[in-house]
């Protein structure tokens, strides 16, 4: 028997760095990239093994693996899920996952392997776990690869719908009114969250003052950007990323890669744009209409994107 299941990868509209201080923040689900887990049972005695295919890894669950190895992170997300799903018999099985989310680039990607691993295992398990379970699952892989995570890429890619998170609160599924595009740039360069998150941290303990002013400022950005998706105001969507461009900025996250790319979606005519994930590397997102979605994302890979994504974000128009 054989079972397959995936996970999109997200990106981050606006609240990074100050969601980790319980301030607000909005995410939505990446469709056009994602991971894959394929559990199949295996020959009788074998145990489970991990094949990552992308890593060029295989592991075996249970051999010893040291905590900053990628399959550590792997094993941990088998070994928690089993656990939860009260398995405790050895079983026989061969888990291959792969993925198409750019790694270290903030779109997700570890949230993302761990989500398709947990809903692989739990289906071929025949369990049925609500999306809370599978998000609360790839939390503890979170906390492995990033310290002290939010939880926001794990719920949003477990709930595969734009959400607004406000750390330690039940998470709030975000209205859409109108559609919009973003169109992702990659700079090619590796976000390393926890180095960002943590330098973020060290200039917080340094000036708690500015730093709180700061994750204010962009707490009540994503609370008016809630306003605005509800309402369909895209054009105030935009200048909202501006703004919470500024202060990324200002608290250090962003690189002269992002703002080239920004500075470039902007030119080209996008509403908004702003980095997105941790920051330092990693990706940008520009805000577009359908007719200038293409043209902005041309416009990136112009100015030095390694890749673009172009995502729409919400249905059918909805008439006033
Ligand atoms: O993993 P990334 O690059 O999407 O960053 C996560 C966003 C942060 O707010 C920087 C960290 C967090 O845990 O929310």
């Known amino acids: 028997m054989l079972t397959t299941a995936y996970a999109p990868g997200k990106s981050i509209l606006f609240g990074e760095h100050a969601v980790v201080y319980g301030r607000p923040a909005i995410a939505v689900p990446v469709t056009q990239v994602r991971a894959c887990a394929i559990v199949e049972d295996a020959p009788r005695g074998q145990g489970i093994s991990i094949r990552a295919t992308d890593l060029g890894l295989t592991h075996r669950v249970g051999a010893r693996v040291a905590a900053n190895h990628p399959s550590h992170a792997l094993q941990a997300t088998v070994v928690n899920t089993l656990e939860r799903l009260g398995v405790d018999r050895p079983l026989d099985l061969t888990l291959t996952v792969s993925s198409t989310v750019p790694m270290a680039r903030g779109l997700g990607s570890g949230a993302a392997l761990a989500t398709a691993i947990v809903r692989s295992l739990a289906d071929h398990l025949g369990h049925d776990l609500a999306p809370q379970e599978v998000s609360d699952l790839v939390y503890q892989t979170e906390i492995i690869h990033h310290g002290t995570p939010s939880g926001i890429d794990n719920t949003v890619i477990a709930f595969e719908q734009p959400v607004y998170f406000v750390r330690d609160e039940p998470m709030q599924l975000l209205r859409v009114r109108r559609p919009f595009w973003l169109a992702i740039g990659d700079t090619g360069m590796a976000s390393l969250t926890r180095i960002a998150v943590g330098d973020v941290r060290t200039g917080w303990a340094g000036n708690p003052k500015k730093y709180d002013a700061l994750f204010d400022g962009i707490g009540a950005i994503a609370a008016a950007a809630k306003n605005a998706l509800s309402s369909g105001r895209i054009g105030a969507l935009g200048k909202l990323m501006n703004e919470n461009q500024a202060l990324l900025q200002a608290l250090g996250v962003s690189s002269p890669e992002l703002n080239r790319l920004v ?40 100015a030095g994107a390694v890749g673009v994504i172009v995502t729409q974000v919400g249905g059918a128009v909805t008439e006033d």
């Open 263 to 302: 500075a470039a979606a902007r030119d080209a005519g996008a509403i908004g744009a702003k980095l997105c994930g941790a920051g330092r590397g990693g990706a940008m997102l520009a805000l577009a209409t359908a007719a200038k979605a293409e043209g902005v994302a041309a416009e990136l890979l112009r």
